[in-house]
Antibody
Framework: VQLVESGGGLVQPGGSLRLSCDASGFTFSSYTMNWVRQAPGKGLEWVSYISSSSNTISYADSVKGRFTISRDNAKNSLYLQMNSLRAEDTAVYYC?????????WGQGTLVTVSS | NFMLTQPHSVSESPGKTVTISCTGSSGSIASNYVQWYQQRPGSAPTNVIYEDNQRPSGVPDRFSGSIDSSSNSASLTISGLKTEDEADYYCQSYDNNSHVVFGGGTKLTVL
């Protein structure tokens, strides 16, 4: 199982960024996927999940209305569109596999929101 | 909102046994599975216990998990401590909305 995130970087407050997670080594289309973030020096915070067929999507209250999760099972890829970014969104964003009981994590991509 | 509370830090000597607790704020922690993750500095988390007390392949049997319904808490016990066990440990479960919930994390120091 391999999960590789990309798309992080420095963005100004109010800006947008799209994260990607490329999956390999398992049947991607069979698994619910999550985004989890970790602010510098802080703990883990669940952000969003999407079911295997994209039928069920849920967000943490802290990102609802600003972030959109999606997936492309043909490309074995997971995405997170982040709009209206705030300083408090600064974190390492991890792609993580499996519903409710996460079993594999990517290495993460750093998003820094600063002017 | 459902929360999981962990001690901020614990420390113990090599070769000893340490237990990290994870207490649920409401309901019964036994109702939903608890997972435990180890995170070394600069690295992504890795699963050391899933479904309360199951070890993923490759995790030594020095790691064990349990549930205590009387205290509404889960515990991670590491026996025969090694310096390589020094890391942050997070418990994880989920709430009635099927939202993943993490504990605040416990820094384990092996000295």
């Amino acid at each position: 199982v391999q999960l590789v995130e990309s798309g992080g970087g420095l963005v100004q407050p109010g800006g947008s960024l799209r994260l990607s997670c490329d999956a390999s080594g398992f049947t991607f289309s069979s698994y619910t996927m999550n985004w989890v973030r970790q602010a510098p020096g802080k703990g883990l915070e669940w952000v969003s999940y999407i079911s295997s067929s994209s039928n069920t999507i849920s967000y943490a209250d802290s990102v609802k209305g600003r972030f959109t999760i999606s997936r492309d099972n043909a490309k074995n890829s997971l995405y997170l569109q982040m709009n209206s970014l705030r300083a408090e969104d600064t974190a390492v964003y991890y792609c993580a596999r499996r519903w409710l009981s996460i079993d594999y994590w990517g290495q993460g991509t750093l998003v820094t929101v600063s002017s | 909102n459902f929360m999981l509370t962990q001690p901020h830090s614990v420390s113990e000597s090599p070769g000893k046994t340490v237990t990290i607790s994870c207490t649920g704020s409401s309901g019964s922690i036994a109702s939903n599975y608890v997972q435990w993750y180890q995170q070394r500095p600069g690295s992504a988390p890795t699963n050391v216990i899933y479904e309360d007390n199951q070890r993923p392949s490759g995790v030594p049997d020095r790691f064990s998990g349990s549930i205590d319904s009387s205290s509404n808490s889960a515990s991670l016990t590491i026996s025969g401590l090694k310096t390589e066990d020094e890391a942050d440990y997070y418990c994880q479960s989920y709430d009635n909305n099927s939202h993943v919930v993490f504990g605040g994390g416990t820094k384990l120091t092996v000295l």
